[in-house]
T-cell receptor
């Protein structure tokens, strides 16, 4: 069974803290994605990666960075958390060749609150 | 502004009614996908449409991809309370996928 696992379901962090959100997939997928989901805005792409050590900016990369040292793991980093980064974060993966016609598999989401 | 505009944003209907939700864009996509998301969960894929004009049926759900591959619709026949959820459309371009804001559907028994 396909599996995308996000390490933390619920986090509360203070403004200015460095935050790591970890994501692991067990399907040997080349592509991995980080989205944030906010009411009325849908899923917005933060960063994606189509290979180890490769990364591409999405629509809202400001305030975030990512790391993909291993194929199965894609980490999202908030260098200095701010309250406007309070959101649900979704990690996803898909097979090679881009998501065209391919299923994107999502994790269960990480709810981050920055206080 | 969203790359993909979904309408309506909210929809509340009675069990047994039919409904259609829309996903529109000015961009052309190589494929378009529909997902359903339930509270506290990640989105789950319902269908992928690839060819302009394509129609796919999944039990009571009918999905159509516009001829120009810029828009899509989802029609549900005889809606049931189990259809309640957030319906998201997503368009694929190159290596990435962009999502609409979703239609939140509530089907009352």
């Amino acid at each position: 069974d396909v599996k995308v696992t996000q390490s933390s379901r619920y986090l509360v962090k203070r403004t200015g803290e460095k935050v790591f959100l970890e994501c692991v997939q067990d399907m040997d997928h080349e592509n991995m994605f980080w989205y944030r989901q906010d009411p009325g805005l849908g899923l917005r792409l933060i960063y994606f990666s189509y290979d180890v050590k490769m990364k591409e900016k999405g629509d809202i990369p400001e305030g975030y960075s990512v790391s993909r040292e291993k194929k199965e793991r894609f980490s999202l980093i908030l260098e200095s958390a701010s309250t406007n980064q309070t959101s649900m974060y979704l990690c996803a993966s898909s097979p090679s060749g881009g998501p065209s016609g391919n299923t994107i598999y999502f994790g269960e989401g990480s709810w981050l609150t920055v206080v | 502004t969203q790359l993909l505009e979904q309408s309506p944003q909210f929809l509340s209907i009675q069990e047994g009614e039919n409904l259609t939700v829309y996903c529109n864009s000015s961009s052309v996509f190589s494929s378009l996908q529909w997902y359903r998301q339930e509270p506290g969960e990640g989105p789950v894929l319902l269908v992928t449409v690839v060819t302009g004009g394509e129609v796919k049926k999944l039990k009571r759900l009918t999905f159509q991809f516009g001829d120009a591959r810029k828009d899509s619709s989802l029609h549900i026949t005889a809606a049931q309370p189990g259809d309640t959820g957030l319906y998201l459309c997503a368009g694929a371009r190159n290596n990435d996928m962009r999502f609409g804001a979703g239609t939140r559907l509530t089907v009352k028994p």
